[in-house]
């Protein structure tokens, strides 16, 4: 079946309601086609939509990332939703949104899909120099959220970290490896951290890392 | 000058704590309303000076939210208590405004705030139903015994009088959301603690059916307070579906992982009901599913 008829019940949808059928519908097409229309669904104030959008660029894949990167950033609501969408997909072009996002974004929700996005990144198909030099900037990126106020941000930090040690492929002895495994440890001691919860799985995390 | 907390501004109908937790994204590292950071000393020094209640609205706010160990925080923030002033609709101020966020701020500095217990029973007998349930909120953060009889007798009524709707005003007699939710949180779990909560589980409105059920798991631990909660999740509107979330968090109902990952509302809100999970719960499911239930909802 053709996408076009699901992009124009999109365009056309009149009510909250019906544009939330339309981009669930459009999405589940998961259509490289369909990705410039779910993009815009993201800045039209319909959380549902975008939630259902969001889904539907993951599904998407590749061809959903040039649309993502050419949002107006003063649109910040859409932004916010690409971050997440960006976070998912884990396609390293969206390495400098997900990086700004964390260091800087006001909302704790966009910080927390980055710090999980940065360790979500395919590195696999790179060249090995390639993935070095975005490994090292995921870990800069990480580390230096490890002290964010919210602790759902420093939660996903921990998820980021093992996420990233997992997927660089460093060995255990490699520099990159040791700095992940400081800031785990920084997260999982109460001196420093103050959310049990947090510390927990920051504990599981150096656990999956450094099997004893 | 903008008043600090634009979910303080005044209205009759008051969110539920429970939908604080939205929207506060931009409350964080800075304060709400300067725009720039202050540190501890400015925070107390606005708190200090009487001219400006706005000030001191915002000072108290910063050493709650800071947790201040500061030693003068405490009495600082018990003297405002004591601060009364009446509702300024044109300037979009409630009722004892100061009084209540001191109020809410002692309710975070425990073991320090211990010391202003006196005080906050005092203000659970104010006749500003608004500063009662800060007050309330704060005895129920505090874990403060003394409280129970007087939140009781504050409920004894029942639905019918505690539980009855105020003239001309959608809010009820007596702050019942905050009473039940005390109650649950100070722990004592006398038979004549469950019998004054009970009956607020058959409330007209679905909040304080919430806040009762959520009560009486906490104390009684008996699955049968967990169903309407679970019932809760599946409800029509999503300020029930949320408060039905942060009641099971903070009852530690560990079976409800599932039906609190897939309820249809933010994942910030199934995240902080899910921590509670984590840190307020026990048995099974145990911690890895829990924890493998939050990394799947970043």
């Known amino acids: ?20 059928h339309a981009t669930a519908a459009l999405a589940r097409s998961a259509d490289a086609a369909a990705a410039p229309t779910l993009v815009e669904v993201l800045g039209f104030n319909n959380p549902g939509a975008a939630v259902a959008a969001v889904d539907g660029l993951v599904a998407i894949g590749s061809p959903a990332v040039e649309p993502l990167l050419q949002l107006d950033p003063r649109n910040y ?5 690409a971050v997440r969408a960006l976070a998912g997909i884990g396609d390293v072009r969206g390495l400098d949104l997900l990086i700004e996002a964390l260091l800087t974004d006001v909302g704790p929700s966009v910080r927390r899909a980055a710090a999980k996005g940065l360790g979500n990144l395919q590195l696999a198909a790179l060249t090995v120099g390639e993935r070095a030099a975005i490994a090292q900037r995921c870990l800069d990126a990480l580390v230096g959220a490890v002290s964010d106020g919210e602790w759902v941000v420093r939660y996903a930090v921990v998820v980021g970290l093992e996420g990233l040690a997992l997927g660089c492929g460093w060995s255990q002895d490699h520099p990159g490896h040791g700095h992940i495994c400081t800031g785990l440890a920084q997260l999982g001691d109460p001196s420093c951290e103050e959310a049990s919860v947090v510390r927990l799985r920051a504990a599981l995390a150096l656990q999956r890392l450094q099997p004893s | 000058m903008a008043w600090p907390d634009a979910a303080e501004q005044h209205r009759c109908y008051e969110p539920s704590r429970k939908d604080r937790g939205i929207g506060q994204d931009r409350l964080t590292a800075m304060g709400p309303m300067t725009g720039e950071p202050i540190n501890e000393q400015e ?8 001219d400006d209640p706005s000030m001191q609205y915002y000072g108290a706010w910063w050493l709650g939210r800071n947790r201040s160990r500061h030693p003068e925080s405490v009495p600082l923030l018990i003297a405002a208590l004591q601060q009364r002033r009446p509702r300024d609709p044109g300037a979009g101020i409630e009722e004892n405004a100061v009084a209540r966020n001191a109020a809410r701020a002692l309710g975070k500095l425990a073991p320090a705030a211990l010391a202003a217990v006196p005080e906050l029973l005092a203000a659970l007998g104010d006749p500003d139903d608004g500063l009662r349930e800060a007050a309330a909120r704060a005895l129920g953060d505090l874990g403060a015994t003394e409280a129970v009889a007087p939140i009781c007798a504050r409920l004894a009524g029942g639905p019918a009088e505690a539980g009855a709707r105020q003239d001309g005003c959608p809010r009820l007699v007596e702050p019942c959301e905050a009473l039940l939710e005390a109650l649950g949180d100070i ?8 019998t004054v909560i009970e009956p607020f589980t058959r409330h007209d ?17 008996e699955p049968r307070w967990a169903e309407p909660l679970l019932a809760l999740l599946g409800d029509s509107q999503l300020q029930v579906r949320r408060a039905a979330l942060m009641d099971l968090g903070a009852a530690g109902w560990r079976p409800a992982v599932d039906a609190i990952s897939t309820t249809l509302a933010e994942n910030s809100l199934k995240l902080i009901a899910l921590r509670g999970l984590i840190e307020n719960g026990s048995g099974e499911p145990g911690d890895d599913a829990l924890l ?3 990394d799947a909802l970043l």
């Open chain 1, 1 to 20: 079946m053709s996408v076009q008829p699901l992009i124009s019940a999109v365009e056309s949808a009149s009510s909250a309601l019906e544009l939330l």
């Open chain 1, 77 to 81: 609501g859409a932004r916010a939703w």
């Open chain 2, 43 to 50: 925070a107390l020094a606005r708190l200090r000076q009487s």
């Open chain 2, 187 to 194: 722990g004592v779990a006398e038979p004549d603690v469950l």
């Open chain 2, 205 to 221: 409105w679905p909040l304080i059916r919430s806040a009762a059920a959520r009560a009486l798991l906490q104390l009684s631990g």
């Open chain 2, 292 to 294: 493998a239930a939050m």
